[in-house]
């Protein structure tokens, strides 16, 4: 079982919905991330939060809107998404906290098993 | 900014065989962090090995190795022995110390013949 937990496992929603996607770790990471992912392709990150402030936004179109409510939670608001964003929504975290040294760049990122989300 | 590239799109392996996926990689940061990780069909990402650029040993992980060539900037993943469960595709990835961002190659689709 994955120690990563993304809600819900699948999403089908219109144009003019609003929606958000959950993640939830309690492994004490200091880093959460949220990735895209279409099919056949690698994750194209999106957003970072580290320490639970925004880190880093990859440039994502204001119709998706991260939010890192606590240390353990991360959720993706969206909002009048378009077809071309259906896609695989990946949640990690890293950065072990019993390990000083930890950076994102030495802690292996752990995934949840995402959200696959529709568009119509 | 850092940059992965990995250019066998697919392999085909016969079972038991070793396989070697290829990962070079580019960046101007001393500090940086090199992994691999499978995803099989179903879809969740597995972390299966890590290598440091400090490190001067290649990394190990049971069947799994790290070919780090510092000097020609690639991280190989060697697997031995494979398996019919090792059919999925294998992603090598870069963090820096720089910022927290870690980037995905595009990835090698892996198939285990039998």
């Known amino acids: 079982d994955t120690e990563v937990t993304q809600t819900p496992k699948h999403l089908v929603m219109g144009m003019t919905n609003k929606k958000s996607l959950k993640c939830e770790q309690h492994?004490?990471?200091?880093?959460m991330y949220w990735y895209k992912q279409k099919a056949k392709k690698p994750p194209e990150l999106m957003f970072v939060?580290?320490?639970?402030?925004?880190?880093i936004n990859e440039s994502v179109p204001s119709r998706f809107s991260p939010e890192c409510p606590n240390s353990s939670l991360l959720n993706l608001h969206l909002h009048a998404l378009q077809p071309e964003d259906s896609a695989l929504y990946l949640c990690?975290?890293?950065?072990?906290?019993?390990?000083?040294?930890?950076?994102?760049?030495?802690?292996?990122?752990?995934f949840g098993n995402g959200t696959r989300l529709t568009v119509t | 900014a850092q940059k992965i590239t990995q250019t066998q799109p697919g392999m085909f392996v016969q079972e038991k065989e070793a396989v070697t996926l290829d990962c070079t990689y580019d960046?101007?940061?001393?500090?940086?962090?090199l992994f691999w990780y499978k995803q099989p069909s179903s879809g969740e990402m597995i972390f299966l090995i890590y290598?440091?650029?400090?490190?001067?040993q290649n990394a190990t992980e049971g069947r799994y190795s790290l070919n780090f060539q510092k000097a020609r900037k690639s991280a190989n993943l060697v697997i031995s022995a494979s398996q019919l469960g090792d059919s999925a595709m294998y992603f090598c990835?870069?963090?820096?110390?720089?910022?927290?961002?870690?980037?995905f190659g595009k990835g090698t689709r892996l198939h285990i013949l039998p």
């Open positions: 990690a975290s890293s950065q072990d906290p019993g390990r000083p040294q930890a950076r994102p760049y030495n802690s292996p990122l752990h």
């Open positions: 939060y580290s320490y639970e402030k925004l880190s």
């Open positions: 290598q440091g650029s400090y490190d001067e």
């Open positions: 960046t101007s940061d001393q500090s940086y962090g």
């Open positions: 990835a870069i963090g820096t110390g720089r910022d927290d961002k870690i980037i």
């Open positions: 492994m004490g990471h200091r880093a």
